[in-house]
């Protein structure tokens, strides 16, 4: 496992997912109204359009972005910042938490679970990497 998390993989793999985050995060933060009719489509549109759960999607979307700074910040020495990437891990793991809850009570589309793939594996390989590397 030492040499995947030492790997130049690993550093492009949090600037990947860095630069996600930022795209999406900017993105949906100033256009929050597309991502509800992305991925909760089949919902009133009272609730689509509430200028409250807009504000609420783009405060969430705010902090991906800023997450996303801190996997980009985090290329360079990634031991030394697993803080930053621990966090975002968590993140990602309640993220995914919340659609598929969200799906299953048929609240949202399927589309949430696809998103969900990518979000659990990196998830999940950010909270390894700080486990692995918390005595550091």
């Known amino acids: ?35 509800l009719h992305l991925f ?10 509430s200028p409250t759960i807009q504000s609420i999607i783009s405060l969430m979307f705010i902090f991906i972005l800023i997450i996303g700074f801190g996997y980009i910040w985090s290329m360079k020495d990634p031991v ?20 598929t809850v969200s799906v299953f009570q048929g ?3 399927i589309l949430l679970l696809v998103a969900s793939i990518n979000d659990f ?7 390894m990497f700080f486990i692995f590397h918390r005595k550091e």
């Open 1 to 35: 496992m030492r040499k995947i998390f030492e790997s130049k993989l690993f550093r492009h793999l949090l600037g990947i997912a860095g630069m996600v985050n930022i795209i999406a995060g900017t993105f949906f933060a100033f256009f929050p109204h597309l991502f």
């Open 40 to 49: 909760y489509k089949d919902q009133p549109e009272a609730v689509l359009n």
């Open 80 to 99: 030394r910042n697993k803080l930053y990437i621990l966090i975002g891990g968590l993140g990602k793991l309640a993220a995914v938490l919340l659609w």
């Open 107 to 109: 609240f949202g589309t």
């Open 121 to 127: 594996g990196l998830g999940m390989l950010f909270v």
